[in-house]
């Protein structure tokens, strides 16, 4: 069963960092990308970012939103996603889900997704 | 950045009823398509990709269709489980984007 588990959420003040993890089981974690998307409260879906996997050359791509902000890692051997955020923004306050991406052609879609990390960004 | 719109933002329905939710693209995005379901509290559950495959273990009541720039995730009939926030997401290029979800509520 593929499972996905988020941690490392929690209240930071504006302007600095956190990292979130991201540990995966149930599948061969190296052999796929591995995407962020954050939802602020009541508000719908936002993509973040991604890591390719290593076959594809293990590269990130960002929303423009985040990038330049947050870093997207990955860790094969333990099967872990990382999402380092910094320079955080009150804007920045979301639950962040991790998830699975499907490589589909022409892009990827979300197949499997976690539990969801709430990050409070506020002083 | 590609836009994604999607109507009704609100759809109020009957167990039972046939439901019909459109999301169109601000440039053609080929079948390059999924659609998500959110219920409260819980993370996003993939129902349909490349616009009209169903993902596995998902009823057969859920149908996707369209390509270029207009599609729409039906439910052929409504059961009490899908009462939920459905969205659609691009996947054609980057930055990949969400509509802004269509919540079916109990009419």
């Known amino acids: 069963e593929v499972q996905l588990v988020e941690s490392g959420g929690g209240l930071v003040q504006p302007g600095r960092s956190l990292r979130l993890a991201c540990t995966a089981s149930g599948f061969t974690f190296g052999d796929y990308a591995m995407s962020w998307v954050r939802q602020a409260p009541g508000k719908g879906l936002e993509w973040v970012g991604f890591?390719?996997?290593?076959?594809?050359?293990?590269?990130?791509e960002y929303a423009a939103s985040v990038k330049g902000r947050f870093t997207i890692s990955r860790d094969d051997s333990k099967s872990i996603a990382y999402l380092q955020m910094n320079s955080l923004k009150t804007e920045d306050t979301a639950v962040y889900y991790c998830?699975?991406?499907?490589?589909?052609?022409?892009?990827?879609?979300?197949?499997?997704w976690g539990q969801g990390s709430l990050v409070t960004v506020s002083s | 950045d590609i836009q994604m719109t999607q109507s009704p933002s609100t759809l109020s329905a009957s167990v039972g009823d046939r439901v019909t939710i459109t999301c169109r693209a601000s440039q053609s995005i080929s079948s390059w398509l999924a659609w998500y379901q959110q219920k409260p509290g819980k993370a996003p559950k993939l129902l349909i990709y490349k616009a009209s495959s169903l993902e596995s273990g998902v009823p057969s009541r859920f149908s996707g269709s369209g390509s270029g720039t207009e599609f729409t995730l039906t439910i052929s009939t409504l059961q009490p489980d899908d009462f939920a926030t459905y969205y659609c997401q691009h996947y054609n290029s980057y930055p990949w984007t969400f509509g802004r979800g269509t919540k079916v509520e109990i009419k």
């Open positions: 998830s699975r991406a499907f490589y589909d052609t022409s892009g990827y879609y979300f197949d499997y």
């Open positions: 890591i390719r996997s290593k076959v594809y050359g293990g590269t990130t």
